[in-house]
């Protein structure tokens, strides 16, 4: 399997790094190897001193498919969760600057905290409300309506470049309020009030 992301799909999460509104979707992925599973802790990697955590919606893509048109799109996924794609920010503004990739900064080990999933059958996919709270305070409240690209057309245009395969995942994107992790901090990610995923920082 492989994990498929979308950055800056949130006008307000590209303001608040200043970056530019993107008029196509902005793709990188991370390997199997980033996967982490829910309930796991996170331990902070010695190579960076700025982990972010970016919660996100995440679709758990169901049949292979490719160059999908967008009308079918919605047909290529069934679940819908929440993620934790954490990112090396300092690692991220270093590469940046140098006009490198992002590679290392986005795909390193335990990078993609992956939770629960339910049906997409439960959810209104134009309204879908989430939340991520560090301890007892929210510290991300965001909304699918707030996404600059939906899910379909991002389907749509990552099906163009890389065949889809039955378990990827997508993560569509994080909204504001992202922010450095320290150790000792407890993590749960609310899908329409139901906690979908919890992570541990060491
Ligand atoms: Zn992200």
């Not at 940046?96 to 939770?115: H, I, M, P, R, T």
């Amino acid at each position: 399997m492989k994990i498929i992301c979308v950055g800056r799909n949130y006008i307000d999460h590209a303001k608040e790094l200043n970056n530019p509104i993107p008029n196509s979707p902005l793709i990188f992925m991370k390997p199997s190897t980033a996967l982490l599973l829910d309930g796991k802790p996170f331990y902070i990697p010695y190579f960076s001193n700025d982990i972010h955590y970016e919660l996100e919606l995440v679709l758990k893509i169901k049949k292979n498919g490719k160059a999908i048109t967008h009308e079918f799109a919605s047909g290529y996924y069934d679940e819908i969760g929440l993620g934790i794609d954490f990112t090396a920010r300092d690692v991220q503004d270093r590469l940046k600057s140098k006009g490198q990739s992002w590679e290392l900064a986005k795909a390193f080990d335990y990078s993609a905290c992956v939770g629960d999933f339910i049906p997409k059958g439960d959810l209104d996919l134009t309204s879908i409300h989430f939340q991520m709270k560090k301890g007892d305070d929210i510290v991300q409240d965001g909304n699918s309506a707030d996404m600059i690209f939906s899910f379909d057309y991002l389907i749509h245009y990552i099906s163009q470049f890389i065949t889809l395969q039955t378990g990827d995942l997508i993560f569509t994107g994080t909204p504001a309020g992202v922010g450095k992790v320290t150790a000792g901090d407890q993590y749960t990610g609310i899908l329409e009030g139901k906690t979908l995923l919890s992570c541990n920082i060491k």
